[in-house]
């Protein structure tokens, strides 16, 4: 049976384990079954009574490429063993961060279907305030478009200029949002809304429903959004919740 390269590396790996090195091919005999006359093309043949193998002494390099393939690792096995026991150190190669893309919107935060628990407006200039319309529904997505639908909105009330005061949304609205730096800005591209404002005893009539461009500022968590402005002088702030 012939011996592979495989084996006679293998025999080479094992006893240098050991804590010896292989600096001469005769040293191969003290591995058992290792030198065999399959070997003789790489080392010569055994002589018998000799511990050696007899060598060529030609000056013409063998072209045997096992012989090559043999004595590299034997050369190496040497340098390692007059240098001590190693250990072989693998550095593993980083692994490649994720690479996150930012949501249109300018803050994933913001994405989802929010319900208005609260508006508040502090009427600066009438002395008075209006407060409530529970119930509308804010859908922001992640390309920045949007809505807000009043379907099941509730009347906001309070006082204004010492009258009564009570607002109802109704309809909804399509938008786009973009978030920067803090900042909400709502840009209404569809209005569909009307607001019914009853005010002391006179006659409710619902109007267009009119947008007042500009920012909010908000803050926003998984559970709830609050957004704050300012418009004329009159204080707004929504708090938004999911549910």
Same mark, same amino acid.
């Given at each position: 049976?012939?011996?592979?390269?495989?084996?006679?590396?293998?025999?080479? /790996?094992?006893?240098?384990? /050991?804590?010896?090195? %292989?600096?001469? @091919?005769?040293?191969?005999?003290?591995?058992?079954?290792?030198? $065999?006359?399959?070997?003789?093309?790489?080392?010569?043949?055994?002589?018998?009574?000799?511990?050696?193998?007899?060598?060529?002494?030609?000056?013409?390099?063998?072209?045997?490429?096992?012989?090559?393939?043999?004595?590299?690792?034997?050369?190496?096995?040497?340098?390692?063993?007059?240098?001590?026991?190693?250990?072989?150190?693998?550095?593993?190669?980083?692994?490649?961060? @994720?690479?996150?893309?930012?949501?249109?919107?300018?803050?994933?935060?913001?994405?989802?279907?929010?319900?208005?628990?609260?508006?508040? %407006?502090?009427?600066?200039?009438?002395?008075?305030?209006?407060?409530?319309?529970?119930?509308?529904?804010?859908?922001?997505?992640?390309?920045?478009?949007?809505?807000?639908?009043?379907?099941?909105?509730?009347?906001?009330?309070?006082?204004?200029?010492?009258?009564?005061?009570?607002?109802?949304?109704?309809?909804?609205?399509?938008?786009?949002?973009?978030?920067?730096?803090?900042?909400?800005?709502?840009?209404?591209?569809?209005?569909?809304?009307?607001?019914?404002? $009853?005010?002391?005893?006179?006659?409710?009539? @619902?109007?267009?429903?009119? %947008?007042?461009?500009?920012?909010?500022?908000?803050?926003?968590?998984?559970?709830?959004?609050?957004?704050?402005?300012?418009?004329?002088?009159?204080?707004? $702030?929504?708090?938004?919740?999911?549910?």
């Amino acid at each position: 049976m012939a011996i592979s390269e495989e084996d006679v590396l293998a025999a080479i /790996r094992e006893y240098s384990q /050991r804590g010896n090195a %292989v600096s001469d @091919p005769a040293e191969l005999e003290s591995l058992p079954g290792v030198y $065999t006359e399959e070997l003789s093309p790489l080392y010569g043949p055994r002589v018998r009574g000799s511990s050696s193998p007899v060598t060529s002494h030609s000056s013409t390099p063998s072209s045997s490429p096992l012989r090559l393939l043999a004595l590299a690792p034997l050369a190496l096995l040497a340098l390692v063993a007059c240098g001590g026991p190693t250990t072989a150190t693998v550095t593993p190669k980083p692994s490649a961060s @994720p690479v996150f893309s930012p949501v249109a919107i300018g803050d994933a935060c913001l994405v989802g279907n929010w319900f208005l628990a609260d508006e508040k %407006v502090v009427l600066a200039n009438n002395n008075g305030s209006v407060e409530g319309g529970a119930g509308a529904k804010l859908i922001l997505a992640a390309s920045g478009q949007g809505s807000l639908d009043f379907t099941a909105s509730e009347p906001a009330s309070g006082t204004a200029g010492g009258s009564s005061l009570s607002i109802l949304d109704a309809g909804s609205l399509s938008l786009t949002a973009l978030a920067t730096n803090g900042s909400l800005t709502l840009t209404v591209t569809a209005n569909n809304a009307t607001v019914t404002v $009853t005010q002391g005893s006179s006659a409710a009539t @619902p109007q267009a429903y009119v %947008v007042t461009p500009g920012a909010y500022a908000y803050t926003c968590t998984a559970k709830m959004l609050t957004l704050t402005r300012s418009v004329s002088g009159d204080q707004e $702030t929504q708090t938004y919740a999911k549910p």
